[in-house]
């Protein structure tokens, strides 16, 4: 019993996030899921207060989405997808809710692996609406901005031959860049808040993976 327990430390200690594997076409729409369960893919190291739970106080489509809040003074929460294909073109989507009275920054990044010298695309939203991106150079460009308390969808499309990736929110295109490197994405991850700040949430729904 010790000896599970033991190994299941070491297993938490070395995995602190758990990721989803996924398949293309990947798509979560959340309306088959319980409003208040913690999705698998979800994980928060060492620290529960930073959670992404599925929600029906607000929807993009049908009537939950999920509530990504960021509550703990050591980390921001998290959803991890490992993409099993090998994917030299792909469409990322979602939508994303940003409520005023605890606005969040939220990071959208695909990358080889989920530290920043593994990145191909990081994009962000910040707690004011404002929408960023890495360069290849990895400064950070503000491109536009979008309103709190109003849902918005973004689209990445990426395509390693062209060294490209373009960037649309709401149906309009923001960014057509270079791929911070020229890669096939492992990695496909969504952050929300910062690690020693709290108080900072975002709704994010009908999140899809498509080739
Ligand atoms: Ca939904
Ligand atoms: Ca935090």
């Given at each position: 019993?010790?000896?599970?327990?033991?190994?299941?430390?070491?297993?938490?200690?070395?995995?602190?996030?758990?990721?989803?594997?996924?398949?293309?076409?990947?798509?979560?729409?959340?309306?088959?899921?319980?409003?208040?369960?913690?999705?698998s893919?979800?994980?928060?190291?060492?620290?529960?207060?930073?959670?992404?739970?599925?929600?029906?106080?607000?929807?993009?489509?049908?009537?939950?989405s999920?509530?990504?809040?960021?509550?703990?003074?050591?980390?921001s929460?998290?959803?991890?997808?490992?993409?099993?294909?090998?994917?030299?073109?792909?469409?990322?989507?979602?939508?994303?809710?940003?409520?005023?009275?605890?606005?969040?920054?939220?990071?959208?990044?695909?990358?080889?692996?989920?530290?920043?010298?593994?990145?191909?695309?990081?994009?962000?939203?910040?707690?004011?609406?404002?929408?960023?991106?890495?360069?290849?150079?990895?400064?950070?460009?503000?491109?536009?901005?979008?309103?709190?308390?109003?849902?918005?969808?973004?689209?990445?499309?990426w395509?390693?031959?062209?060294n490209?990736?373009?960037?649309?929110?709401d149906?309009?295109?923001?960014?057509?860049?270079?791929?911070?490197q020229?890669?096939?994405?492992?990695?496909?991850?969504?952050?929300?808040?910062?690690?020693?700040?709290?108080?900072?949430?975002?709704?994010?729904?009908?999140?899809?993976?498509?080739?």
């Amino acid at each position: 019993m010790k000896k599970h327990l033991a190994l299941l430390v070491l297993f938490m200690v070395l995995v602190p996030y758990l990721s989803a594997e996924i398949n293309v076409p990947y798509s979560e729409n959340f309306d088959s899921l319980a409003p208040g369960d913690e999705i698998s893919e979800a994980r928060v190291r060492g620290d529960e207060t930073s959670t992404s739970k599925v929600s029906n106080s607000l929807a993009y489509s049908g009537g939950n989405s999920l509530y990504m809040s960021d509550y703990s003074t050591a980390d921001s929460a998290e959803i991890q997808y490992k993409i099993l294909d090998e994917l030299a073109s792909g469409t990322v989507k979602y939508a994303i809710y940003i409520p005023s009275n605890e606005p969040g920054t939220n990071y959208c990044t695909l990358g080889t692996s989920t530290s920043s010298s593994g990145y191909l695309i990081d994009v962000s939203i910040t707690s004011a609406g404002n929408i960023k991106y890495r360069r290849p150079d990895r400064g950070l460009e503000t491109v536009t901005k979008i309103s709190l308390d109003a849902w918005h969808t973004v689209e990445i499309k990426w395509n390693t031959s062209a060294n490209q990736f373009i960037m649309m929110v709401d149906g309009e295109k923001v960014v057509q860049q270079g791929l911070i490197q020229n890669a096939y994405p492992s990695y496909l991850f969504f952050k929300t808040g910062s690690n020693s700040k709290t108080g900072q949430a975002i709704y994010l729904d009908d999140i899809s993976l498509t080739r």
